[in-house]
C-alpha cells in the first residue's frame, strides 16, 4: 500500500491483512485563509494512518458542509470539491476502521445536531467503552437511537457516531459544556477535532495514547494528527494537545480547559512504525528514536554478514542504524514498484502465486552470493517475512538473517491499531526458534523491549506497550463488548438508512447539508 510519505506498507503481498494504521485528524482556523485546501493537504501528510475513506467539513460562521466518501484522499477531492467548502474554519479525516466497517456511512467527519445546533466530528483513536456509551445513548431518547444522534440512526456504527450523538443530546447545552460534560465518560484512545459553525474544538485522551498537535499559522490555528500536517501548510508547531486537555478555538483566541488529569500512556508503536518519520511526538523524533532502534538491535543481536538492507521502506532507519553499529555495509537489496498503490483490483492466480513480486523484485547482482541482514519494523503473521527471505534465496543469497526492531507482537491492540487476532499472531505461539524456522531465515532477532523504550528516550511509564506486554494501561471490558464490529450488531432506530439516497447528490440530515462525493456510490471500484 503506498504512503503519501513515501513509505510502504506491510501488506506487501495481496490480502494480506497487517497492521492497519489509526486514523489522521486535522483541524484549522484561520479566517481569510482557503481553510479546505489547508485541510486537505494537512490530510496528504497524513494518509499513511488511513487510506479507507476521507472527508472534509468547513463552516462560515452560519452553516456547516461536509463532503466525504470512501478512498484515498486524492481520490475523494478534486478542486470542484474543494471549491464547495468555504468557510474560515474546518476539520478533516483519513480513515482506517478500527470500530465499524468501511461504508460511506461510516466514514467522517460524523454530524449530529439540529439545524440551529450542529457538530461536526472527526476521532484518531478507538473507544473501548463503545457499547456503554451506545446505551447511554439510547437512554438519552427513550431507548431508541434517536434523531439526535444523527448518523447513528442512519446506518453509522462507529464510536465516533456515537460520540457525536452524546455530544450533541442535550440542545439547550453549549457544546463546550457538553463536551467537558461527555469527555470524562470515555474509555480508551481518542485524539479528536471537531466544531461547530463557529468554533474549532481539539481534545485528547487522559493517556495521550494516540498523538496530538497544536500549530500557529499567521492568521490561526492548525490541530493535528502529526507535527509532519503542520509543516506542510506551513504552520509552527507550538506545542502538543496536553492529556486530558480540551482546547477551544474563535474569534476571541485560544483557550484551554481540564476535563480530566494527565496520565501518559502514548503508543510506542507510533515510534516503531505508524508515524512518519519526520514527524516529532514528545520531543522525540520518530526517525532517530528509529535509527537508534537499529543500533540497538545490532548490539543485541551481531551476525557476520556482507549487507544490511531494509524491507522497504518502514525499515529503512533501522537498518541504517544497525549498519553504523556493525560496520556492515548499508544497501538496498530490493527494489519497489512506485506506482502499485491502493488498488481495487484483485490480482490474477497467476500473480498472487508470484505475491510479493507485485511490488518488491530483488537486485541480483547486489545480493547474489551475499550473507544478508534484513531489517524490518515488527513481524505479525509471519507470511510476508516467509515471502521476502524466500524470494531473496531465489535470487542467489547466501544467509538470510532477519532482525526486527520491535519485540515480539503477541497481543492485539483495542487503542486504535488493528493488528490480526492473537491467533493469528505468530508470536504468540512460537517461540523465536520456531519464528525463524517458519519464516526460513537462518537467523531471527528481536530488539529488547527496553532497548526500544530507550530509543524513543520516553520514561517507561509513560509508554503503552501492550502489544508487546499484554499489560493494557486502560481497562478493558469483557470480549464481548469489544472489536470492530461491535455496533454492528441489532439495535433499535428510527428508520433504515437509504443506501441510494445516502451516497449520491446531497441530502439534509438533521438539518444539517450534506454533500456525498461524486460517485461515492463505486467510490470502493476506482482505480
Not at 124 to 141: M, S
Not at 156 to 166: F, Q, R
Not at 418 to 437: N, Q, S, W, Y
Not at 464 to 491: H, M, N, Q, R, W
Amino acid at each position: 500500500m503506498a504512503r503519501a510519505d513515501g513509505r510502504l506498507s506491510h501488506d506487501l503481498l495481496p490480502g494480506e491483512r497487517l497492521p492497519q494504521d489509526a486514523c489522521g485528524v486535522f483541524g484549522v482556523w484561520a479566517p481569510g485563509e482557503e481553510v479546505a485546501k489547508l485541510t486537505y493537504f494537512g490530510l496528504y501528510a497524513l494518509q499513511h494512518r488511513g487510506q479507507e475513506a476521507a472527508g472534509i467539513a468547513t463552516s462560515d460562521g452560519r452553516r456547516l458542509v461536509v463532503y466525504k466518501d470512501i478512498g484515498l484522499v486524492s481520490q475523494v477531492f478534486d478542486e470542484a470539491a474543494l471549491a464547495s467548502l468555504q468557510g474560515h474554519l474546518a476539520i478533516g479525516h483519513c480513515r482506517y476502521s478500527t470500530t465499524g466497517r468501511n461504508t460511506w456511512e461510516n466514514a467522517q467527519p460524523t454530524l449530529g445536531g439540529s439545524g440551529d445546533h450542529t457538530v461536526a466530528l472527526t476521532h484518531n483513536g478507538n473507544l473501548v467503552n463503545t457499547a456503554a456509551l451506545r446505551d447511554l445513548l439510547a437512554e438519552a431518547h427513550g431507548g431508541q437511537l434517536s434523531r439526535s444522534g444523527g448518523e447513528v440512526g442512519r446506518g453509522s456504527t462507529t464510536d465516533t457516531a456515537i460520540l457525536t450523538g452524546l455530544l450533541t443530546a442535550d440542545e439547550d447545552l453549549p457544546l463546550e459544556e457538553s463536551a467537558m460534560r461527555v469527555l470524562p465518560q470515555l474509555r480508551g484512545a481518542f485524539s479528536l477535532v471537531f466544531c461547530d459553525e463557529t468554533t474549532l474544538y481539539a481534545a485528547r485522551d487522559p493517556q495521550g495514547v494516540r498523538p496530538l498537535v497544536l500549530g500557529r499559522l499567521e492568521r490561526g490555528w492548525v490541530v493535528a494528527s502529526e507535527t509532519a500536517a503542520l509543516d506542510i501548510v506551513g504552520a509552527a508547531v507550538v506545542r502538543e494537545v496536553e492529556p486530558g486537555e480540551l482546547i477551544a478555538i474563535d474569534e476571541n483566541g485560544l483557550r484551554t480547559r481540564r476535563f480530566a488529569e494527565a496520565a501518559p500512556k502514548r503508543c510506542v508503536f507510533e515510534w516503531v512504525y505508524l508515524a512518519r518519520p519526520d514527524t516529532t511526538i514528545a520531543g522525540r523524533e520518530v526517525y532517530d528514536a528509529r535509527v537508534e532502534m537499529g543500533r540497538r538491535l545490532a548490539g543485541e543481536h551481531p551476525v557476520e554478514a556482507d549487507l544490511v538492507m531494509p524491507t522497504p521502506e518502514s525499515g529503512t532507519p533501522a537498518a541504517i542504524g544497525y549498519a553504523e553499529a556493525s560496520g556492515i555495509p548499508f544497501g538496498h537489496g530490493l527494489v519497489k514498484n512506485a506506482y502499485v498503490g491502493r488498488t481495487f483490483i484483485a490480482p490474477s492466480q497467476t500473480i498472487r502465486q508470484l505475491g510479493i513480486r507485485l511490488k518488491l523484485n530483488p537486485l541480483r547482482d547486489v545480493i547474489r552470493g551475499k550473507r544478508l541482514v534484513v531489517v524490518d519494523d515488527s513481524i505479525v503473521r509471519g507470511n510476508t517475512q516467509r515471502a521476502l527471505v524466500r524470494m531473496l534465496r531465489e535470487a542467489g543469497a547466501a544467509e538470510v538473517h532477519v532482525r526486527i526492531s520491535s519485540p515480539p507482537v503477541r497481543w492485539p491492540c483495542f487503542y486504535g491499531i488493528d493488528f490480526a487476532t492473537r491467533a493469528e499472531l505468530i508470536a504468540a505461539g512460537l517461540e523465536v526458534e520456531a519464528v525463524c524456522a517458519s519464516i526460513g531465515a537462518d537467523s531471527l532477532g528481536y530488539i529488547s523491549e527496553d532497548s526500544m523504550i530507550e530509543a524513543t528516550a520516553q520514561p517507561r511509564s509513560a509508554l503503552c506497550t501492550a502489544c508487546f506486554s499484554g499489560t493494557y494501561p486502560i481497562e478493558l471490558p469483557d470480549t464481548d463488548k469489544l472489536g470492530k464490529d461491535v455496533l454492528e450488531l441489532p439495535f433499535p432506530v428510527e428508520s433504515e438508512p437509504d443506501p441510494d439516497s445516502v451516497r449520491i447528490g446531497a441530502l439534509d440530515v438533521e438539518g444539517v447539508r450534506v454533500t456525498a462525493g461524486a460517485g461515492g456510490a463505486d467510490a470502493v471500484r476506482r482505480p
